[in-house]
Structure formats: C-alpha cells, structure tokens
C-alpha cells in the first residue's frame, strides 16, 4: 500500500527553524521524484523543492538558500529542512511522488499525496 506520511509542522516566529519528515511505505523514494509542495489558505498549491533518484535538488526562488530537501534512505523518508522562516511560508505542507521519469516542480506531474502538515509563522 503506497502511503506518504508527513509531520514537523508546527508554528514559529519569524526566522525560526523546522524541520518536516514524510515517511513513505509501499515504495522505495529514492527511485522516484520526490517533492514538497505547499498551499496558502485560498491560494493556489506552489512547489517548494523536489529531489531525484540522483539526489539533483530543485527549489523554487522563494525558499533558494533557506529550505534543503533531503532522503534518508534507512528511515525512508523525504525532509525539509526549513530555516529563516517568513510569515509568506505559513502554509498547508505536502509531501508527494512523481510518476514522470523528469523530476521537475510540475504540479501535474506529481500523482501520489500525502495529507499535509501545517506550518504557521507568525
């Protein structure tokens, strides 16, 4: 059973630091395109940063030099390391899977989800 689990979110004050985890099961996440996305409240869903097979790392201009997205291959997991937090970051975070052999922050290409986890930065 595919499943993505993420967690970490939380709120923080500005400038602040966190840290999200998205556990997967029913894959092996290094040999996909993994990325997370984040939604606003009434906004549309945005990409953050994505990772390949490769380890290649893409990252949206507003989180260049502040989000580092990561794979833990023994825990199976995808993190986003968040520092410098703005108050423009607070959103609904999601972690997800891309089913294109290209690892690009194309929303359409990304075809398993998780649930999300909320960031607030105040």
């Known amino acids: 059973h595919v499943q993505l689990v993420e967690s970490g979110g939380g709120s923080v004050q500005t400038g602040g630091s966190l840290t999200l985890s998205c556990v997967v099961s029913?894959?092996?996440?290094?040999?996909?395109?993994m990325a997370w996305f984040r939604q606003p409240p009434g906004q549309d869903r945005e990409g953050v940063g994505a990772?390949?097979?490769?380890?290649?790392?893409f990252y949206a201009d507003s989180v260049k030099g502040r989000f580092t997205i990561s794979q833990d291959n023994a825990r199976e997991s995808v993190d986003l390391q968040m520092n410098s937090l703005k108050p423009e970051d607070s959103a609904m975070y999601y972690c997800?899977?891309?089913?294109?052999?290209?690892?690009?922050?194309?929303?359409?290409?990304?075809?398993?989800w998780g649930q999300g986890t909320q960031v607030t930065v105040s």
């Open positions: 029913g894959f092996t996440s290094s040999r996909y395109c």
């Open positions: 990772i390949g097979g490769d380890h290649t790392q």
């Open positions: 997800a899977r891309s089913s294109s052999r290209y690892c690009l922050l194309k929303l359409r290409d990304f075809t398993i």
